[in-house]
């Protein structure tokens, strides 16, 4: 497969095309954002952590009924997906209070919600991803009733995979954020990645931080962490 014109260059990969016009290649840098891409660092190997730790989740959870962009993983840094347009949603998941969700409601980091909570933020770094409910994404045509329905749908069923699967792990899932695309024949499926970068996840018993979060709050750490999640995960999912 033949990498031809950059698609898409974002805070931790990029996209091309290749000579399969229905085929996308994704290449991850080792580039870290936070705070809205204000903070930015690095550590050797992240890109490759995240490409094959998402490349194992992205199988699983087909394997589960998941349908998704994966196609194929052709080198440590990059892999083949499905061209998919990009639904500009958003998708976070919400297991425990924590980050800004504890900030804007006034609950304690950890507490457990009473129910999953489902949130969407509008896709556009100039307005700084600004949260969106259902009605207003229809309202400025973003996605239709049907479409968020099915995103809910999908998230709902991927929380649940996902949260069995780090429990396996001695892992607890946080929260999580997601990205839909449709595919060239209108199904939506799961897009982008799942990693460290996207999750937060808290070691079980002691609540350590074992995300992005270490180096987004400055707490040390950072590359341990995304060393420490893939090692348990290749150990479960390979054994």
């Given at each position: 497969m033949q990498k031809l014109d950059m698609l898409y260059s974002g805070k931790a990969k990029m996209v091309y095309k290749t000579d399969d016009e229905n085929i996308y290649m994704v290449e991850y840098r080792d580039d870290a954002t936070a705070l809205n891409g204000l903070k930015k660092g690095s550590f050797p190997g992240k890109g490759i952590i995240n490409?094959?730790?998402?490349?194992?989740?992205?199988?699983?959870?087909?394997?589960?009924?998941?349908?998704?962009?994966f196609v194929e993983e052709i080198s440590k840094r990059e892999t083949l997906v499905k061209k998919v347009s990009i639904i500009p949603l958003e998708v976070i998941v919400r297991n425990i209070a924590a980050g800004s969700?504890?900030?804007?409601?006034?609950?304690?980091?950890?507490?457990?919600?009473?129910?999953?909570?489902?949130?969407?933020?509008?896709?556009?770094?100039?307005?700084?991803?600004?949260?969106?409910?259902?009605?207003?994404?229809?309202?400025?045509?973003?996605?239709?009733r049907e479409d968020l329905d099915t995103i809910a749908a999908l998230a709902f069923k991927i929380n649940e995979e996902l949260k069995a699967l780090f429990a396996e792990i001695d892992l607890k899932l946080i929260d999580f954020k997601l990205e839909f695309g449709k595919t060239v024949d209108g199904e939506i499926i799961l897009a982008d990645e799942i990693s460290p970068d996207t999750c937060?996840?808290?070691?079980?018993?002691?609540?350590?931080?074992?995300?992005?979060?270490?180096?987004?709050?400055?707490?040390?750490?950072?590359?341990?962490?995304?060393?420490?999640?893939?090692a348990r995960l290749c150990g479960f999912l390979t054994q």
């Open positions: 490409n094959q730790m998402t490349n194992m989740i992205f199988k699983y959870l087909g394997a589960k009924g998941i349908p998704n962009h969700f504890s900030t804007r409601y006034g609950i304690e980091e950890g507490t457990a919600l009473k129910s999953v909570v489902l949130e969407y933020s509008y896709k556009n770094d100039a307005l700084g991803d600004p949260l969106i409910n259902d009605y207003q994404a229809m309202a400025i045509g973003l996605a239709g937060r996840l808290w070691q079980t018993g002691t609540d350590e931080k074992m995300d992005k979060d270490r180096f987004r709050r400055d707490l040390g750490g950072f590359k341990e962490a995304y060393e420490q999640v893939f």
